[in-house]
């Protein structure tokens, strides 16, 4: 089968489109026939090793953690699936997922695609839309409240806007100036531009700063500027990590994506019927996987990035 390799740790102009042997079902596995992957942040960190002390992968290594497409075979113990089932499903890191057949455990990170979410769609929602239902859990968003989500045009910022969205009162997004209508079609109420001072912007529209943060995309200190527009005693959330507190009692907890059990279907259902918008902002059929991730690291793009199998 063809698989998207990566022999070692180095540039994405180093992966390279091979051939590996077929995988197999074991007892609690499934096989699928691979239709979309959606891209990730954290695939190019895998793939160039800026990740190895904490998440070291095995080479050859295969990129692409959310995969749609039909189960081809089961294990022998596997009876919630069977042959010819849509599904999507969430790889982890490290992944596997680019690649024409794909095993995946039979647990909470495997669910029926229904009918009303195609497969590009599929593939994107994974780990974006769970990811960020864990960040608006944990930052428990209560009704009224105003929040800042930082990274809002990316896999995991566009839905975590229309998460929060649900319970806020008002929700400010970031990106460029020509990111504005994208987020306010998410329900942003409004832009803040990403390349200028967040918490200067925020204070022009709510004095005391956003009773929260959600930053996906910053880690470190760089999640001071976000902090700022946060009011005192405010708190923040991040997927990434960083301080435990910031100036001003501004609390921070730093989450990784959580998938309970039902809640991939659940995302799939909301999905599928209008609830969640899925924002798709490329797709590369697989022949151009490698401009895929070069795009992915280098332009601009509101929305996932998809590549068709
Ligand atoms: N802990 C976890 O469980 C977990 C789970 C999922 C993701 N993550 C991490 O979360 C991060 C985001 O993942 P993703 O898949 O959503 O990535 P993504 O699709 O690349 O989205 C990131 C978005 O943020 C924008 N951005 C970059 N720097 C920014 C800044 N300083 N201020 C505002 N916006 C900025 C990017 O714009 P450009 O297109 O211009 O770059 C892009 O639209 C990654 O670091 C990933 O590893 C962690």
């Known amino acids: 089968m063809k698989a998207l390799v990566s022999a070692s740790y180095g540039p994405l102009e180093a992966l390279e489109v091979t051939d590996l042997p077929a995988p197999r079902p074991e007892p609690g596995e499934v096989l699928l026939r691979t239709e979309a992957v959606s891209l990730n942040g954290v695939d190019p960190k895998l793939v160039t090793g800026a990740m190895k002390d904490f998440v070291p992968v095995r080479h050859p290594f295969v990129p692409g953690a959310d995969v749609a497409g039909v189960v081809e075979a089961v294990g022998p113990d596997v009876t919630r ?14 992944s596997g997922g680019l690649a024409e057949l794909v095993v995946v455990k039979d647990d909470a990170r495997l669910a029926v695609r229904p009918a009303g979410l195609d497969a590009v769609r599929g593939a994107a929602l994974v780990t974006g839309a769970a990811t960020a239902l864990t960040v608006v859990d944990a930052a428990d968003v209560g009704p009224g409240e105003t929040v800042l989500v930082v990274g809002a045009t990316g896999g995991v ?7 929060a969205r649900r319970t806020a009162g008002q929700v400010f997004a970031t990106g460029r100036a020509d990111d504005e209508a994208f987020l306010l079609g998410l329900g942003a109420h409004a832009l803040i531009d990403r390349e200028a001072d967040l918490a200067a912007q925020i204070r022009r529209l709510v004095p005391a700063g956003v009773d929260v943060v959600l930053d996906v995309v910053q880690a ?8 700022a527009a946060a009011r005192p005693g405010g708190r ?22 959580q998938f309970p059990p039902g809640r991939l279907a659940d995302l799939a259902a909301q999905a599928a019927d209008g609830r969640l918008d899925v924002p798709v902002g490329a797709t590369y059929p697989f022949a151009d996987v490698r401009s895929a991730y070069l795009d992915f690291t280098t332009k601009h793009v509101a929305g996932k990035y998809v590549v068709t199998f």
């Open 81 to 94: 699936f069977a042959a010819g089932d849509p599904v999507i499903a969430a790889l982890g890191a490290p």
């Open 157 to 163: 910022g566009s839905f975590t806007v229309q998460l």
């Open 220 to 227: 470190g200190p760089a999640l001071a500027s976000s902090a």
């Open 236 to 257: 923040l959330v991040s997927v990434l990590g960083g301080p435990p507190a910031f100036d001003r009692g501004v609390g921070a907890s730093y989450v990784s994506t």
